[in-house]
Nanobody, 122 residues
Framework: QVQLRESGGGSVQAGGSLRLSCATS????????MGWFRQAPGKEREGVAH???????SYADSVKGRFTISKDNAKNTLYLQMNSLKPEDTAVYYC????????????????WGQGTQVTVSS
């Protein structure tokens, strides 16, 4: 059974840091592209950070320089280090996995975690 389970969310003051983790099981972790998404109340879900199966990363402009995505293949775990947090970072954060098909991250069969709440107060 494929599972993605996020943890590490919580409440923090602006300028603080949090580290999210996404523990995965039930699929070949190293053969998937992984990403973090977030959804704030009343807004659409948006991509935050992405890491492909080769470890190449990309970030939304709003988090560049503040967030770092990484993964530990030995632990089948994805991370998101979030520094210099702002109130506008408040959202439910989701991890997601896309299988690699050929040389493409196939988002059409994306697997989602259940989400973890991050609240940043001013």
């Amino acid at each position: 059974q494929v599972q993605l389970r996020e943890s590490g969310g919580g409440s923090v003051q602006a300028g603080g840091s949090l580290r999210l983790s996404c523990a995965t099981s039930g699929y070949p972790f190293t053969s998937y592209c992984m990403g973090w998404f977030r959804q704030a109340p009343g807004k659409e879900r948006e991509g935050v950070a992405h890491i492909d199966s080769d470890g190449v990363t990309s970030y939304a402009d709003s988090v560049k320089g503040r967030f770092t995505i990484s993964k530990d293949n030995a632990k089948n775990t994805l991370y998101l280090q979030m520094n210099s947090l702002k109130p506008e970072d408040t959202a439910v954060y989701y991890c997601a996995a896309d299988p690699v098909v050929g040389e493409t991250c196939e988002s059409g069969v994306r697997i989602w975690g259940q989400g973890t709440q991050v609240t940043v107060s001013s």
